[in-house]
Structures are given as C-alpha cells and as structure tokens.
C-alpha cells in the first residue's frame, strides 16, 4: 500500500518535471525542433509521451501496477526518442562551432567493428533474456506480508 502512495506522488512529480525538461531543452536548443517541423510524422512522438504519461496516471487510479509501468516505460522510451529525432544527424552538438559536432557520419565505427558488436550484442542480449525468464519464473507471485512481523 505504502509502495502504490509513495508512485502516486512520485508520479505527479515526474510529469511536472517532464513539462519543466520539455521547457528547459526548448530554451537551451531551440533548434531541437526543426526536425519536428520537417517531418509531421515525428509529432507521433510528443504523443508518445503525453499518452504514457496520461495512460500511467489511469492506470495508478484503476491500481494496474502493470499497466502502469508499462505506460511509464512508453512515457521514458517516447522521451528518448524524441531528443534522438530532434537532434538528428547531431550525436553531440557543440557548443563552440557547429563545424566540430559529432554526427552519426563522423562518429561512427568501421562497418567491421559494427558487425562484430551486432554479433557479440545479439548473443549477450539472447542471454540475458534467458536469466531473466529463468529469474522471474522462479520468484514469481506477489509478495505478502503475512508473517513476516510487520
């Protein structure tokens, strides 16, 4: 119970800070939205965010614990993705001279290095969804609090 409050507030403060970050980048890096003007598509993002932000809050007041951390995940995941679309072809924008940003042409790794680390990333990332289908499969069930003196 404690645990489902203790979401309720952090929640409510996530979201404002979220309108604050969203305030705070469009004032540091008014370019960030030029790619959003460029492509309308890329305004399914920004709806990205605010439907995991509406949809975690709905899910917190039915208490679907799930639901709402997965609509805080899309929330998290939308965020991300929409700094990546405005800052596209820019990895690192620098701050003295456009000239010396790192983009995604002059920052990436041979196509040698490339297909090395798509292999080796495909069978760690293989075997870390294995542990964690083997973790969550053996402590699965909701934990009581029946007997443990509290």
């Not at 709905?58 to 405005?86: K, N, P, Y």
Request: aromatic share 14%; net charge positive; hydrophobic share 50%.
């Amino acid at each position: 119970m404690r645990a489902r409050q203790v979401g309720q507030r952090a929640g409510w403060g996530f979201t404002v800070l979220v309108a604050i970050s969203l305030v705070a980048t469009l004032q540091v890096r008014p370019d960030m939205i030029g790619n959003y003007r460029a492509h309308a598509w890329g305004w399914l993002i920004p709806l990205m965010v605010v439907g995991g932000l509406a949809g975690m809050h709905h899910a917190r007041l039915r208490q679907r614990d799930l639901a709402a951390f997965l609509f805080f995940s899309a929330c998290l995941v939308g965020m991300l993705g929409g700094v990546a679309f405005g800052l596209y072809p820019r990895v690192l924008p620098s701050t003295l001279d456009p000239s010396f940003d790192l983009t995604v042409w002059n920052s990436a790794a041979q196509s040698y290095g490339l297909r090395v680390g798509l292999i080796w990333w495909s069978i760690a990332s293989a075997l870390a969804a294995v542990y964690f289908i083997y973790l969550y499969r053996s402590f699965r069930g909701k934990v009581t609090l029946e007997g443990d003196g509290y």
